[in-house]
């Protein structure tokens, strides 16, 4: 890859935004505001880009930056980059290899001038990467030059801060979010369930649609890793992510799977994809005598059966498939012979549905067929196991991946029919149908098609309770109900009023601006867990950021909507992260009431002046919002009744649910049988 004199980098309005701490909207503000703001030097009318040097120094004059923190200025210098953010990845990729690998070198390397390091670092590159990725290697062109070697410098020192391994990871996973439209991704979660099902003991795996390498990444312990990928630049950065993830062998090709499968003569113990879905051009017409298709030729609408033998056929015998399929491939009329000589030769061993919201795309409840390679004089098994988890755990958010409850409860059923070729039946939800039942003219593998439903509501009893709760929740909500409201007098419309930015600049409060992304396992607070008023059901997307964890009193604003919603963290919502969309304000007990906060904070009108509209959503500014200055005696006051009104609110949401939840029981059971009209 050719070097170029690199210009100096640019940030976008809302990069400007990150860098200040504050919201877009307050950059809008400036640039309305101060005329030496500075001018655009890129992008659009719409969407400016402005130097970061000079961003960086008016900042710095208005007192709003102290210091551009070093994963900034790293990120920027990946942006700006004039080959492309990819190719930057690649090299810093390169660099953070040798940075883990070869650090006595390293530190050698750095030593010398930025010409004299170019030279010296590409043959320890060449070594570095022949030895952790192969020979015939996707990044054998990769040559960096002079003036390259600033930013691997800053990789190196972010490596110091970070680790080799997080720092590629942090900026990865801000490229990934900066082009959210040019990536399938499947979530850290889901690629952990699949990985669990290919069995502990993996030490070879391939994954033929690699993409950014997240379902290999979550395989512990493999030696030897092959990917594939038609893209050299996903196949790029995968080798580098899975190479600085771990200490095995990294295989990486860039190549079509179907058509030029680099790993033809390798048998491995387990094969994890998230294949494309739905494509017509997969090479019907030019691989239709090709020995993979063992279990029929698929035809051109089954792209997906098509993928799943490419993995059977690249298993060691009693190897496993794992693979994420959308659900048609279950039931379509073209697929059904496949599907038919999957189950008699005992191929396929599962078929799981997820909740939807699993992985793209989120609106529908994907699938997980779990296959294996029988030997040749092997009994095939005799049933199929099916699960419907589809309704689980009220399906993850969109985009946070699988639940942890759903992915448990799958693997326990797995590992239980691993073993012993039975499960105890859950009805609804899991049990070994036996293959003969399936053989029919559709062999429709659905398995919802296949799991009798629960009794309605869980049977009369379980409505019964549902019935007694729902008495107590309501007479809960009338002891609840507000006495009827006392006008205020005039004077009280003349309080003197202070904005959530003025109570942040005066140390009264703490912004945070929620991500849902960071190092450990926490769970995530989604939007809709605080429109709903539940507990935390996303899950957590790794970075090498530390979250912020909610503590009790905190307040939880959506920002986008235009709904007046603000809630308090009690004990039960503490400890989780604040997912994307929300804005987490952490008041000083001695400054405010988080009760008196929330409450002003869900004005109809106090939202209407700190709202902006865009084409598509309503977004709001939180730190334009206004509450009354008043003394903690006062605040506490109106706190105690913001709090009556919170809880009565809840009363009705949870009465909502439950009524819900027994007339739809009701009708079930009377169009079932299991309930009677008397």
């Given at each position: 890859m050719s070097e170029q004199s690199a210009p100096g980098a640019e940030v976008t309005a809302a990069e400007v935004a990150r860098l200040a701490g504050v919201g877009r909207a307050a950059v809008s503000n400036w640039r309305r505001r101060h005329a030496d703001f500075p001018k655009p030097v890129g992008g659009t009318e719409t969407s400016p880009s402005f130097a970061?040097?000079?961003?960086?120094?008016?900042?710095?004059?208005?007192?709003?930056?102290?210091?551009?923190?070093?994963?900034?200025?790293?990120?920027?210098?990946?942006?700006?980059?004039?080959?492309?953010?990819?190719?930057?990845?690649?090299?810093?990729?390169?660099?953070?290899?040798?940075?883990?690998?070869?650090?006595?070198?390293w530190l050698e390397l750095t030593a010398v001038s930025d010409e004299r390091m170019a030279a010296l670092l590409r043959p320890v590159l060449d070594q570095v990467l022949v030895a952790r990725l192969g020979p015939g290697h996707p990044l054998e062109a990769i040559r960096p030059g002079p003036t390259t070697m600033p930013l691997l410098r800053a990789a190196a020192e972010l490596a110091a801060e970070l680790g080799a391994r997080k720092a590629f990871e942090f900026l990865l996973g801000r490229h990934l979010d900066a082009n959210p439209r040019q990536y399938?991704?499947?979530?850290?979660?889901?690629?952990?369930?699949?990985?669990?099902?290919?069995?502990?003991?993996?030490?070879?795996?391939?994954?033929?649609?690699?993409?950014?390498?997240?379902?290999?990444?979550?395989?512990?312990?493999?030696?030897?890793?092959?990917?594939?990928?038609?893209?050299?630049?996903?196949?790029?950065?995968?080798?580098?992510?899975?190479?600085?993830?771990?200490?095995?062998?990294?295989?990486?090709?860039?190549?079509?799977?179907?058509?030029?499968?680099?790993?033809?003569?390798?048998a491995v113990d387990a094969v994890l994809c998230h294949p494309p879905f739905n494509e017509r051009n997969w090479g019907h017409e030019e691989l239709a005598y090709d020995p993979r298709w063992e279990y029929g030729f698929p035809a051109r609408t089954e792209s997906e059966l098509a993928w799943i033998q490419h993995a059977l056929a690249r298993l060691r015998e009693g190897g496993t498939a794992v693979l994420l399929m959308p659900p048609a491939v279950a039931a379509r009329r073209s697929g059904r012979r496949i599907r038919a000589d999957l189950l008699r030769r005992g191929a396929l061993r599962a078929v799981i549905a997820l909740p939807a919201g699993s992985a793209p795309p989120y609106g529908i409840p994907l699938h997980l067929w779990v296959l294996r390679r029988p030997a040749p004089q092997a009994v095939p098994p005799q049933g199929l196991l099916l699960i419907d988890s589809s309704a689980g755990a009220a399906g993850p958010a969109a985009g946070?991946?699988?639940?942890?409850?759903?992915?448990?409860?799958?693997?326990?059923?797995?590992?239980?029919?691993?073993?012993?070729?039975?499960?105890?039946?859950?009805?609804?939800?899991?049990?070994?149908?036996?293959?003969?039942?399936?053989?029919?003219?559709?062999?429709?593998?659905?398995?919802?098609?296949?799991?009798?439903?629960?009794?309605?509501?869980?049977?009369?009893?379980?409505?019964?309770?549902?019935?007694?709760?729902?008495?107590?929740?309501?007479?809960?909500?009338?002891?609840?109900?507000?006495?009827?409201?006392?006008?205020?007098?005039?004077?009280?419309?003349?309080?003197?009023?202070?904005?959530?930015?003025?109570?942040?600049?005066?140390?009264?409060?703490?912004?945070?601006?929620?991500?849902?992304?960071?190092?450990?396992?926490?769970?995530?607070?989604?939007?809709?867990?605080?429109?709903a008023g539940t507990g935390p059901s996303g899950t957590l997307a790794a970075t090498a950021d530390e979250p912020v964890l909610t503590t009790p009193g905190d307040v939880l604003v959506p920002v986008v909507g235009g709904a007046t919603v603000a809630r308090v963290v009690d004990a039960a919502t503490a400890g989780a992260v604040p997912g994307r969309g929300l804005q987490l304000l952490r008041p000083d007990p001695a400054a405010?009431?988080?009760?008196?906060?929330?409450?002003?904070?869900?004005?109809?009108?106090?939202?209407?002046?700190?709202?902006?509209?865009?084409?598509?959503?309503?977004?709001?500014?939180?730190?334009?919002?206004?509450v009354p200055r008043l003394p903690p005696a006062e605040q506490q006051r109106y706190g105690a009744r913001f709090r009556a009104l919170a809880e009565f609110e809840d009363a009705l949401r949870l009465a909502g649910r439950l009524g819900e939840q027994l007339v739809q029981g009701l009708y079930d059971g009377l169009s079932d049988g299991t309930v009677t009209p008397d």
């Open positions: 970061l040097a000079e961003v960086e120094h008016w900042l710095r004059a208005q007192g709003k930056l102290a210091e551009v923190p070093l994963r900034e200025r790293v990120w920027q210098q990946i942006a700006a980059h004039p080959g492309g953010p990819v190719t930057a990845l690649v090299k810093a990729g390169c660099a953070l290899l040798v940075v883990r690998d070869r650090p006595a070198d399938t991704l499947t979530p850290d979660s889901l690629a952990r369930l699949m990985a669990a099902l290919a069995g502990p003991g993996v030490r070879t795996a391939l994954d033929p649609a690699c993409g950014t390498g997240t379902l290999l990444r979550a395989l512990p312990g493999a030696t030897v890793l092959h990917a594939q990928d038609s893209s050299p630049e996903l196949a790029a950065l995968t080798a580098l992510r899975l190479a600085l993830n771990g200490s095995g062998l990294v295989r990486a090709a860039a190549a079509d799977s179907l058509r030029a499968d680099a790993f033809a003569q390798d946070t991946g699988q639940s942890a409850s759903v992915a448990d409860e799958v693997e326990a059923a797995w590992t239980a029919y691993d073993r012993t070729g039975s499960v105890e039946e859950v009805q609804g939800v899991s049990r070994v149908v036996p293959v003969i039942e399936l053989l029919d003219d559709d062999v429709d593998l659905t398995p919802a098609r296949h799991l009798p439903p629960p009794a309605a509501g869980g049977g009369p009893a379980a409505l019964g309770a549902v019935r007694e709760r729902l008495d107590e929740t309501l007479a809960r909500a009338a002891r609840f109900t507000p006495p009827a409201p006392v006008p205020a007098p005039e004077a009280a419309s003349l309080l003197s009023l202070t904005t959530i930015g003025e109570l942040a600049r005066a140390g009264a409060l703490v912004l945070h601006t929620g991500t849902g992304s960071g190092t450990g396992a926490a769970p995530v607070l989604t939007e809709q867990d605080v429109y405010l009431d988080p009760w008196f906060l929330a409450g002003f904070l869900r004005g109809t009108a106090n939202n209407r002046r700190a709202s902006s509209h865009a084409s598509t959503a309503t977004r709001l500014d939180v730190r334009r919002l206004q």
